[in-house]
């Protein structure tokens, strides 16, 4: 059975700095996309940023030059470093798995629980 669980969420000042973490287990996921995304309240769940199979990353515009994705496949583990995090970066982010080297959330299989994240001003 697949599972991802976040980890390294919190509450942070404003140009602060966190490192969540997902840990997949149930399967190898070297061949798979692997992505974050986030849900602010009152707000949709947004795509964040992915890496696939091939090591090519993506981002979403307001988290581009502060946000790193990075995965370990030895570790079975996906990584999202947050540097100078802003209060409009507070959400509940989720990391996923996906077959296709896409973004869009739809065509993401496997879901996290999520892990907090809230940034103080």
């Known amino acids: 059975q697949v599972q991802l669980v976040e980890s390294g969420g919190g509450l942070v000042q404003a140009g602060g700095s966190l490192r969540l973490s997902c840990a997949a287990s149930?399967?190898?996921?070297?061949?798979?996309?692997m992505g974050w995304f986030r849900q602010a309240p009152g707000k949709e769940r947004e795509f964040v940023a992915a890496?696939?199979?091939?090591?090519?990353?993506e981002y979403v515009g307001a988290v581009k030059g502060r946000f790193t994705i990075a995965e370990d496949n030895v570790k079975n583990t996906m990584y999202l470093q947050m540097n100078n995090l802003k209060p409009e970066d507070t959400a509940v982010y989720y990391c996923?798995?996906?077959?296709?080297?896409?973004?869009?959330?739809?065509?993401?299989?496997?879901w996290g629980q999520g892990t907090q994240v809230t940034v103080s001003s």
């Open positions: 890496i696939n199979s091939g090591g090519r990353v």
């Open positions: 149930g399967r190898t996921f070297s061949s798979y996309t």
């Open positions: 996923a798995v996906s077959r296709l080297p896409t973004t869009a959330m739809r065509q993401y299989d496997y």
